[in-house]
């Protein structure tokens, strides 16, 4: 018999992520893990089915992969594409270099491990309630 963790449940419930551009190696690594934890959808870049995943999916982690693209050109691309939204950007790549773009609070930085748990902790509710007394 299964249990079912409400927590867990509610999260994939509400949280969106974007898998952009995955080499085979990173989404065999990633999407499963992602996919206990959220909503995940995949698409190539760039591309038509890019631009439509983006307005359909309104997703709060873009997780691009940079191992074959040009980082010079991608992230200022990425960051322009979504100015203004509340979404999480982390640019990863096999040789396991990856960083994130908070453009909602406007923070930077490096991950120095990646993996699905850190991943959506970019984009982790805090569990607080405020209780009033």
């Given at each position: ?6 927590g867990?449940?509610r ?6 992520v ?7 190696l990173?989404?065999e690594?990633?999407s ?9 959808s ?6 038509d ?10 997703a709060?982690l873009?997780l691009?992969?940079?191992t ?9 691309l990425?960051l ?14 096999e ?5 994130f773009?908070d453009?909602?609070?406007k923070?930077?930085?490096?991950l120095?491990?990646v993996?699905a ?7 982790g509710?805090?569990?607080l ?5």
């Open positions: 018999m299964q249990g079912n963790r409400p867990r449940a999260r994939k419930a509400h949280s969106r974007l898998l952009v551009g995955l080499t085979p990173l989404m690594v990633l499963g893990p992602l996919s206990g934890m959220a909503e995940v995949a698409v190539p870049f760039p591309g089915a890019f631009e439509q995943a983006v307005e359909d999916v309104q709060e873009v691009v992969d940079i074959y693209l040009d980082e010079a050109l991608v992230r200022p990425m322009q594409r979504f100015a203004g939204s509340p979404v999480v950007l982390a640019f990863v790549s040789s396991g270099d990856a960083w773009d453009m909602k609070s923070v930077s930085g490096r120095t491990h993996d748990g850190r991943l959506m902790a970019l984009i509710r805090p569990n309630t405020l209780v009033e007394s």
